[in-house]
């Protein structure tokens, strides 16, 4: 029984490194190393009990860190043939396609932000005017690195400084951004996601 607390703390420690999210991979790791903590006290191995105690430790401190960090979030509108933002869109093709398989090259978008994070970009919001204050929303993409709905809370509270009250989605989404759309606070109406910003 011991011997499979230990395995359960490795593996948690292994699958942490498959994450993308830097969020999720911080987050499983101090369980990871939490639990392999405990079986290293068991066992007697102070050594490995204190390196892994050491992590945990680590793990907290940079999660504290990046729940800080919209602090440092930007937030730049874009034009459409925006350079940068045509580079973004070709970069992350496949993620974007994963996420939103309908979508194309943005090219009829009439609003475009970029939300950067110390100066490299973190998300990309795409959209069409549907009325006073109102957007259709094309694409609402973060990178992986940052998909911790932390960019979307950021954007979201700066949208209304941009005359933007209301975003409609409509398109096709995937079964995890619809996930991160009724998370976010979007409600489903008549086939459309929608959310009215504060």
Known sequence: MIE???YLGSALVVVSMLMS????????????????????LMIHSYP???????L??????????????????TLVEAARGDALLA???????EDIQAYFPAFS????????????????????LLGNDSGPGTVNVLLDYSTPTYRDCSIGAYLY?????????????????SQAHAAYLIKMGFAQEQGAYIKHLG
């Open 21 to 40: 999210s830097v969020v999720k991979l911080r987050v499983i790791n101090t369980i990871g190393s939490g639990i392999f903590a405990a079986y290293a």
């Open 56 to 73: 945990v430790g680590i793990n907290v401190y940079n999660l504290v860190k990046l729940n800080q960090k919209e602090q440092n979030y």
């Open 4 to 6: 499979m607390i230990g």
């Open 48 to 54: 490995t009990a204190l390196m892994n105690i050491c």
């Open 157 to 173: 509270a700066r949208l209304p400084a941009q005359g933007v009250r209301t975003l409609i989605f409509r398109g096709q989404a």
């Open 87 to 93: 580079y973004l869109l070709d970069y992350y093709r």
């Open 105 to 124: 090259e943005g090219g009829e978008a009439e609003r475009a932000y970029i939300v950067c994070h110390k100066g490299n970009p973190a998300g990309v």
